[in-house]
């Protein structure tokens, strides 16, 4: 009985992860690549820096806050989304560079 | 069918109106060239008329100019602003030059935009110290604004949006962009010496002198927010800049990164006026870094040579 209740929680976190998808978001000209992005709950986005310059990407968003902190050229830091909502993510160094992650 | 309905069209309009009906016609109903020329002149008129004017203070000791004043290079050569009744602020006061670039506005940012901006001092209670409706009583007491009004926006109503908007199209025209260095880059070979193009190098090595991590191009700023270590961050007092907009710990002591263009002639030099000369604010970023924690991570370890300190500084100064 443990073993198949311990079998249909494996196969829910299998199935969960067959079904979420991973995002690609670049840093660059002091941008994000996208103005906006829609993702699904699980969804991970990588935010990608490929600017000569530091970049600091975070979010103080309700739903979902983050800090990735500052990070160089050609890193990358991740965000697995777990809410729904509405995400501003925002670079704290450069703070005109803004996009909107619609988490549903 | 649809070819002969085209002929038509012309014929029946000639027919329907003559000549001299038509001339009237045209000057009455086709729209006007736009003169956003003229339009642009008119609202530079009033915004200059407005930045002068010391009647926009509750005492009517102070203008927008008093502190940004152009025979200091639109600044005001103080270490620390001076506010009403003498008050020392807590910062420096930034020149405008160029200002017409920003892209953030404020030592820490917290204005979107110059419109904005040009009105936060007025409403300051330590600089200017007016009130939306005594702003728009002072200047409906001088008889000279409802001409200057009507001429920038049809319309002699003043409101304290035209203010702002006025001030900063003003302020969009104080402008540096033919600094020695801009000839030399437009071909003026003999605009910049070779000691100071050697100093331009230096600038331009992210690895060496680090400047060009912040000082991006085409304006020497990259509008960013930067702890550059100039002050320590303990106590009461301390001056936490951006931290107060974006509490992340790597914002505490940061502040904008300014232009350099017009830098030569804006001494005493950040936020906090403690560089004296540019040799000054080369120094600091060798061996002069007090605050250690939350420093930019665009900083760098920089040991430049007493030769190398020199051409950097020439280079700086081909900025005016």
């Known amino acids: 009985m443990k073993i198949a209740a311990i079998v249909f929680l494996l196969s829910i976190i299998v199935c969960s992860n067959a079904y979420s998808s991973e995002h690609e978001v670049g840093q660059k000209n002091k941008a994000f690549s996208q103005k906006t992005l829609k993702v ?5 986005v990588h935010f990608t820096n490929q600017d000569p310059f530091f970049h600091n990407v975070y979010s103080m968003s309700e739903t979902t806050a983050f800090d990735l902190g500052s990070y160089a050229k050609g890193n990358s830091k991740s965000v697995k989304f777990e809410k729904q909502g509405e995400v501003v993510v925002q670079c704290a160094i450069h703070p005109f560079m803004k996009m909107k992650i619609k988490v549903e | 069918m649809y070819l002969s309905l085209a002929c038509m069209s012309p014929c029946l309009a000639e027919s329907l109106f003559e000549k001299g009906e038509m001339d009237l016609l045209k000057q009455q109903w086709l729209l006007p060239e736009l003169s956003y020329r003229e339009r642009h002149q008119q609202l530079v008129a009033l915004g200059k008329k407005l930045f002068f004017d010391s009647n926009l203070s509750i005492d009517s000791s102070t203008s927008c100019a008093t502190c940004h004043d152009p025979k200091y290079a639109w600044s005001d050569g103080q270490a620390k602003a001076i506010g009403l009744r003498n008050k020392t ?28 901006q040009a009105l936060l001092p007025i409403f300051n209670p330590d600089e200017m110290g007016l ?19 009507d001429a920038a926006f049809d319309n002699d109503a003043i409101t304290i ?4 908007l006025a001030i900063a199209e003003f302020e969009r025209t104080i402008t540096a ?10 071909g003026d ?3 910049m010496t070779v000691t100071e193009r050697e100093g331009f190098k230096i600038f331009l090595d992210g690895q060496k002198s680090g400047c060009i991590n912040c000082h991006n191009p085409p304006n020497f ?20 800049g951006r931290f107060n907009q974006t509490p992340l710990n790597i914002m505490k002591g940061a502040f904008k990164t300014p232009s350099l263009r017009g830098a030569p002639l804006t001494a005493p030099y950040f936020h906090d006026g403690s560089a004296n000369t ?12 007090i605050a250690k924690d939350n420093l930019s991570p665009s900083l760098i370890n920089i040991a430049l040579s007493k030769e190398d300190k020199s051409k950097l500084v020439s280079f700086l100064k081909t900025l005016q």
């Open chain 1, 40 to 44: 699904k709950v699980g969804d991970t």
């Open chain 2, 89 to 116: 602020l807590k910062r420096a006061t930034p020149s405008i030059i160029n200002t017409a670039y920003s892209l953030t506005f404020m030592w820490d940012g917290r204005s979107p935009s110059l419109e904005h």
């Open chain 2, 131 to 149: 009130n939306a409706d005594l702003l728009v009583k002072r200047i409906e007491q001088n008889p000279d604004y409802a001409k200057l009004f």
């Open chain 2, 161 to 164: 949006n035209k203010v702002g």
């Open chain 2, 177 to 186: 962009r033919n600094t020695r260095f801009d000839r030399w880059l437009k």
């Open chain 2, 189 to 191: 070979s003999e605009a």
């Open chain 2, 221 to 240: 700023t990259d509008h960013g927010f930067h702890n550059v270590g100039v002050a320590t961050l303990e106590g009461q007092s301390a001056d936490l």
């Open chain 2, 278 to 289: 540019l040799e000054e604010v080369v120094d600091h970023y060798q061996d002069g870094i």
